[in-house]
Structure formats: structure tokens, C-alpha cells
Nanobody
């Protein structure tokens, strides 16, 4: 199983990015998909989750209202739309796949850098 994350880059504060994560080797239809991030010197933290059940999403408080997670099962891809980016959003963003409270597969990460 491989998760390929992409879409990161350098963006000015207030801008937007859409991150993508495409799975291969396993269909994501019946798995929870999540996004996490890790800023330099900090621990990895949860950002958002799209459960396998339609409409089952969850967001970290610090991104609520700015972030949308959505999945396209036909493309085996999950997306993270981030709006109103802030410098403190600078981090490596990782996608993950799992069930329940267990995240079994991780992507390699995509770097988001927000300039002030």
C-alpha cells in the first residue's frame, strides 16, 4: 500500500492550497482517511479526518472554518482544501489511512510553507 501526497508549496498568508493524497495497492472506500501535520520542532498533530461513512468528518479546532477534507473514492484520492493560510500552518502535511483509532498507512508528506 502506498499513499502519495502532493499539492504543497510556498504560498502567501491568506492564500489557499489543495493537498491531494492518492492511494495505490488498496481501495480507500472502506477506510478512514486523515491528514496530519508536523511543524519544525513540534510533534505531529491531527488536522482532519474523513471517515469511510459518507459525511463523517472531523477537524482540529485550529483549522475549523478554514479547512475542508473530502474524498473521491472513484479516484482513490482524499483532498485537503486549506483556505486563509497562516504562517503557523507551515508544516509537512501527511495523509494517513486506517480504521477506528488506528492509522495503519502513512504517506511521505508534502511541505506547505506560508510566508507572512
Amino acid at each position: 500500500v502506498q499513499l502519495q501526497a502532493s499539492g504543497g508549496g510556498l504560498v502567501q498568508a491568506g492564500g489557499s492550497l489543495r493537498l491531494s493524497c492518492t492511494a495505490s495497492g488498496l481501495t480507500l472506500n472502506y477506510y478512514d482517511m486523515g491528514w496530519f501535520r508536523q511543524a519544525p520542532g513540534l510533534e505531529r498533530e491531527f488536522v482532519a479526518q474523513a471517515g469511510w461513512s459518507v459525511g463523517a468528518t472531523a477537524y482540529a479546532d485550529f483549522v475549523k472554518g478554514r479547512v475542508t477534507i473530502f474524498r473521491d473514492n472513484a479516484k482513490n484520492t482524499v483532498y485537503l482544501q486549506i483556505n486563509s493560510l497562516k504562517p503557523e500552518d507551515t508544516a509537512v502535511y501527511y495523509c494517513a489511512m486506517g480504521l477506528g483509532s488506528s492509522w495503519d498507512y502513512w504517506g511521505q508528506g508534502t511541505l506547505v510553507t506560508v510566508s507572512s
